[in-house]
């Protein structure tokens, strides 16, 4: 079945700063990947969808990158600020419509 | 506010009990997704239900069953509570059973005493 790898550790960055999320999957050719944030306790938030014959996707200061070859996409969020702190997952669909997340990369932006 | 309602906000009850977590998706969306999510895990599809009928199933267990009513709400029924049962339940809703993005409700909190 799909795999779904995030980076396990927490990123800490500093406030302004680039932060830059890895999503890396198996077994499976995805037509689109997407991106959510999810804060303590509360229901993850769809923030952006790219396809495979997309190659760079952005809105506002988030821009992601999808590379069917290396079977990765690469989340930023530039000029980062504390209120960007969460965890950011990824997610792919199986065959079948099955909605898979991977299990999230914790950010921490510090002033 | 996502438009996914999800009742009840928080749940105690004991083992062995069964409860009915509910959920009203976004005004027009088919698809109905459930995921579990234990205290820092990820999230775990559950069921995922279109227009009524059952579209995909992930490790759901034989006490968990769902279903979506014509009128598109669904509820998710567990049974013979376990303590590993306690965990935030999610509802998720999208406008078709493929490619679009799923929007979420805040979750049930369930607590297996």
């Known amino acids: 079945s799909q795999k779904i790898e995030q980076n396990s550790e927490a990123l800490n960055i500093q406030e302004g700063k680039t932060a830059t999320l890895t999503c890396n999957y198996t077994?499976?050719?995805?037509?689109?990947l997407q991106w959510y944030r999810q804060d303590p306790g509360r229901g993850p938030v769809f923030l952006l969808l790219i396809r495979e014959n997309e190659k760079e996707k952005r809105k506002e200061r988030l821009k992601v990158t999808f590379d069917t070859t290396l079977k990765q996409s690469l989340f930023h969020i530039t000029a980062s600020q504390p209120a960007d702190s969460a965890t950011y997952l990824c997610a792919l669909r199986e065959y079948g419509n099955k909605l898979v997340f991977g299990a999230g990369t914790i950010l921490r932006v510090k002033s | 506010d996502s438009g996914v309602t999800q009742t009840p906000k928080h749940l105690i009850t004991a083992t062995g009990q069964r409860v009915t977590l509910r959920c009203s998706p976004r005004?027009?969306?088919?698809?109905v997704y459930w995921y579990q999510q234990s205290l820092d895990q990820g999230l775990q599809f559950l069921i995922q239900y279109y227009n009524g009928e059952e579209r995909a199933k992930g490790n759901i267990l034989e006490r968990f069953s769902a279903q979506q009513f014509p009128d598109l709400h669904s509820e998710l029924n567990l049974s013979s509570l376990e303590l590993g049962d306690s965990a935030l339940y999610f509802c998720?809703?999208?406008?078709?059973?493929?490619?679009?993005?799923?929007?979420f409700g805040q979750g049930t909190r369930l607590t297996v005493v």
């Open positions: 998720a809703s999208s406008a078709g059973s493929g490619k679009n993005e799923a929007f």
């Open positions: 077994n499976y050719s995805p037509a689109y």
């Open positions: 005004s027009g969306d088919l698809s």
